[in-house]
């Protein structure tokens, strides 16, 4: 994987800066961001699950927010295909958005160590 796909995924170095350089703060973030986001996705497929396409948004747009925050850009850009299917009422074809957001979030668990 080259350098640009990994700054999709994470960019550490914007992070770092965004922190002025603090590693520990850094760490924190991405370490909350980690812990949180799996109750995020369960919320977004129990959302899907009951047809909820405003809670979707809401939930996606969650995720898309605290991705920006730690720099990860995929991850948010991801989020937003599922925060637009919510706010467009598409939940047809949601439950693949969400499950592509759920595999970025993989990604950026082993990309950050997590």
């Keep these: ?15 770092l800066e965004r922190v002025e350089g603090d590693e520990e703060l850094l760490e924190e ?28 948004r809401e939930q996606a747009h969650t995720i898309k927010g605290a991705a920006a925050s730690i720099s990860a850009a995929s991850l948010m850009a991801a989020a937003q295909q ?17 499950e592509n957001l759920a595999q970025e979030f993989e990604r950026l668990k082993e990309v950050v160590g997590g």
């Design 29 to 56: 973030l991405v370490h909350i961001f980690l812990d949180h986001t799996p109750r995020q996705l369960d919320k977004l497929r129990q959302a899907l699950e009951v047809g909820d396409a405003s809670a979707l």
């Design 82 to 98: 599922v925060e637009s299917a919510g706010k467009n009422r598409e939940l047809k074809g949601a439950g693949a958005l969400v």
């Design 1 to 15: 994987m080259g350098k640009g796909k990994m700054t999709e995924i994470f960019d550490r170095q914007a992070l």
